[in-house]
C-alpha cells in the first residue's frame, strides 16, 4: 500500500526539467508549467506529457490536439511559478515574454533551451491524469547556450553546460 | 519534419534523473540504465518507463509485469554505465552492490534516492519503444540525503541537496 505521501516523497527525488506546455487552436490558447514529460521514440519522434484532468489546459489539449514543450533554462526560472499560479491570467502569462509561431501555432518561447512542437496522436487516461502522446512536427534549439534548469527535492537548481 | 538528430539534440536538453529499471520473475532477473521515466497520477500512485523493444529487458518485462525503479544518486553514478553496457552480464550487474526485496520481488537497490516498486497494468507501444504502466505497491527513500544526479547536454551533473 502505497501512501499519496510515499509517492509525493519519492517523486520529488526524482530529479526533472520544467517545461511550460502551449497550445492554441479553435478551442483558444492556454500554457502552463509541467514536469512530467518523457521522451518516448525517435521514430517517430515522439514525446509525452501527464496533465490533471482538473487543469483548466487539459480540455483545451484535448480539442486543439496540438501543444509545444518548452524546456526551460536558469534563465526563465520565474516562468515556472508564473505558468503555475492558477490566479494568474493566459493574457498574463503570456504577455511579458516574446514568442514565435512554429508547425502547429501553439506558442513556442524564445531562448527556451529547446521548442518540441507536435500533435497529439494518442491519449491514454489513467486515474486523475491523461497522458497526451504528441508526434513532432517541428524542434527548434536555443542559439545561445543557457544552463539547464532542474527540479530536485522541491527546489529549483541550475544545471551548467559542460565545458 | 524532425530528424532523428534533431529530436536527439532536443533531447539531451531535457534534464532527467539517472535510473536503474529492474525486474526479476519466470522469466529471470534483468537491470537496464534508463531516464525516461515520468510520474503519471498518485491516484492510484502510477509511474510509466519507456524502453526499446530491442533490449534484452523488454521481454523480461513483459514477461514477468513486474518492476523496480531505483533512482540513483550522485555517489551511484558508476552504476549508471555498468547497467547500460550490453556486454557486461546481468551478473557483473547485480554482483557489486548490495540489493534488497521489495513488495514484487524485483531487485530495490540500497542507497539509492528512492525505490518505486510495482506492478505493470498497462503497455502501450510507440514506434520502436513500449510504454510500460507500472502501478506501485511499495515506495522506499534513502535514509541519508545523498544528492541527486541529473543527466544534461550528454553529462552527468551531481545535484545538490536544499540546506
Known amino acids: 500500500m502505497v501512501t499519496t505521501t510515499d509517492f509525493r516523497n519519492g517523486m520529488a527525488l526524482l530529479t526533472g526539467a520544467v517545461n511550460i506546455i502551449t497550445t492554441a487552436g479553435p478551442a483558444g490558447q492556454a500554457g502552463f508549467t509541467a514536469s512530467a514529460v518523457c521522451s518516448v521514440t525517435d521514430q517517430p519522434p515522439t514525446l509525452l506529457v501527464c496533465v490533471n484532468r482538473s ?62 512542437d507536435g500533435e497529439v496522436v494518442h491519449t491514454h487516461e489513467v486515474g486523475t491524469h491523461t497522458v497526451f502522446y504528441a508526434e513532432l512536427r517541428q524542434v527548434r534549439l536555443a542559439e545561445a547556450p543557457h544552463s539547464g534548469l532542474a527540479y530536485f527535492d522541491r527546489c529549483y537548481h541550475p544545471v551548467e553546460r559542460p565545458h
Chains 1, 2 share one sequence.
Open 55 to 116: 487543469a483548466y489546459s487539459h480540455g483545451l489539449l484535448l480539442a486543439n490536439r496540438k501543444l509545444c514543450v518548452n524546456v526551460l533554462g536558469s534563465h526563465q526560472q520565474h516562468l515556472s511559478a508564473l505558468f503555475a499560479d492558477r490566479n494568474v491570467s493566459m493574457e498574463q502569462r503570456f504577455g511579458g515574454t516574446p514568442w514565435s509561431i512554429l508547425h502547429t501555432g501553439s506558442p513556442a518561447l524564445d531562448g527556451a533551451l529547446a521548442n518540441f
